[in-house]
């Protein structure tokens, strides 16, 4: 495993005095866009537009909107080379040039990690737990030395990404129904918590966050096993879809409604701040009502999208804890999609927030501009 120079460290620390500056206050509300794909997609020769229709640069069109924050994955090794540590650095210098806050996920995976995949990285097929660890602890510290080295300070970064159920499966994967009995949760907080300690290494005042799926879910068994087992996080991090009434049974309603009671007691039970990492709203031709495939004009779709996404900003903006909200790759417009995508059979993501002339949506609009 490659190791982190002393004299790499030793760099990155005279460059301290010299980050790039930001527009909006440390810890102020986050109006943030997942903007990973942003690269290939420009490779892709697509267009951002403003409500004139010229042709815009995206992180500067967003900015103008009221975008404070930009939030970028990164994978250890994936094939296409897209959101990997390179490609998230020339969008993160972009970013801090920007003037822009930034959340770094660290997926810790060649792929995207998710409550169903999590995947171990094909370079680290072969480690047992404490290999593992060591190699959590490493490229934590390639990626955030890396930042470091460019003059960018992330003020947040997360350790893995929508972990409910574990991750670097099968060594790290939580089996329920044995509680703890083979040591599944010894060894997820364990990366947690070597994660953690190697971000802090890097930036001390960095902001650690542990991020779980379906916010509208109360999972507080989750957080006391991660204390119990010596996990660690300063900011519970949450995904919001409220509009995937298929996944969950509920309306929307109901689940911006679960969404706010769920944040307030975190908040209070475990006396930390959340972050809503993720939120995404139907932008497609059609949208599931009443568990049945809809076929939707585009105008009725935005606008049902920017009356869930007015609802849940405001709910979220009346709670002191809650740090913010970051649209998941907002940019999406036109049945994009990546690369990878094809061979696999996937369809273009249909929760972006562009409209179909590239420009961004009312319910993009809505979360950008908000007050708090």
Same mark, same amino acid.
């Given at each position: 495993?490659?190791?982190?120079? +002393? ?22 509300? /986050? ?21 004139? !229709? ?34 998230? +650095?020339?969008? /993160?210098?972009? /970013? ?13 995976? @060649? ?16 480690? @047992? ?6 190699? =959590?602890?490493?490229?934590?510290? @390639? ?13 947040? =970064? ?13 060594? $790290?994967? +939580?089996?329920?129904? @044995? ?15 070597? !994660?953690?300690? /190697? ?124 740090? $913010? ?19 696999? !059979? ?11 002339? !590239? ?14």
């Amino acid at each position: 495993m490659k190791r982190i120079s +002393l004299f790499c460290i030793a760099v990155s620390m005279l460059l301290t005095s010299c980050y790039y500056r930001t527009d909006s206050p440390r810890g102020s509300w /986050a109006k943030g866009c997942d903007i990973s794909w942003l690269s290939e997609m420009e490779n892709d020769s697509v267009l951002f537009r403003d409500e004139h !229709g010229e042709a815009k640069e995206c992180i500067s069109l967003l900015r103008e909107y009221g975008m404070n924050a930009v939030r970028l994955r990164v994978w250890v090794n994936h094939a296409t080379g897209w959101s990997n540590k390179e490609d998230m +650095l020339s969008l /993160a210098e972009r /970013a801090a040039k920007a003037r822009m806050r930034l959340m770094i996920d660290i997926h810790y995976s @060649d792929f995207f990690a998710d409550p169903q995949h999590q995947t171990i990285p094909a370079a680290w097929q072969d480690y @047992d737990y404490e290999t593992l660890c060591e190699a =959590v602890r490493e490229h934590t510290l @390639d990626v955030l030395y890396a930042l470091k080295e460019k003059g960018i300070q992330p003020e947040w =970064v997360q350790i893995g990404n929508e972990t409910p159920n574990g991750m670097l499966w099968p060594v $790290g994967q +939580l089996i329920y129904e @044995d509680n703890n009995a083979n040591g599944c949760w010894d060894r997820y907080a364990g990366f947690t918590r070597v !994660g953690y300690e /190697a971000a802090k290494e890097a930036f001390p005042d960095i902001n650690v966050i542990v991020h779980v799926d379906n916010a509208y879910m109360y999972r507080d068994w989750f957080w006391r096993a991660m204390q119990e087992h010596g996990g660690k996080w300063d900011i519970i991090g949450l995904s919001h879809y409220p509009m995937m009434e298929a996944w969950s049974g509920k309306t929307w309603p109901e689940m911006n409604d679960l969404a706010e009671t769920n944040v307030r007691q975190l908040i209070n039970e475990f006396h930390c701040p959340v972050m809503i990492c993720e939120v995404g709203m139907m932008n497609g031709e059609g949208m599931i009502v009443n568990g049945e495939w809809t076929k939707q004009e585009y105008s009725a779709i935005e606008e049902l999208s920017n009356t869930v996404m007015t609802d849940f900003v405001e709910r979220m903006e009346k709670i002191d804890s809650c740090m $913010g909200i970051f649209y998941w790759e907002p940019e999406v417009y036109g049945g994009w999609r990546p690369a990878e995508y094809i061979p696999l !059979g996937w369809g273009g993501y249909d929760m972006g927030s562009f409209t179909p002339e !590239g420009r961004p949506s009312k319910a993009l609009k809505t979360l950008l501009s908000s007050q708090q």
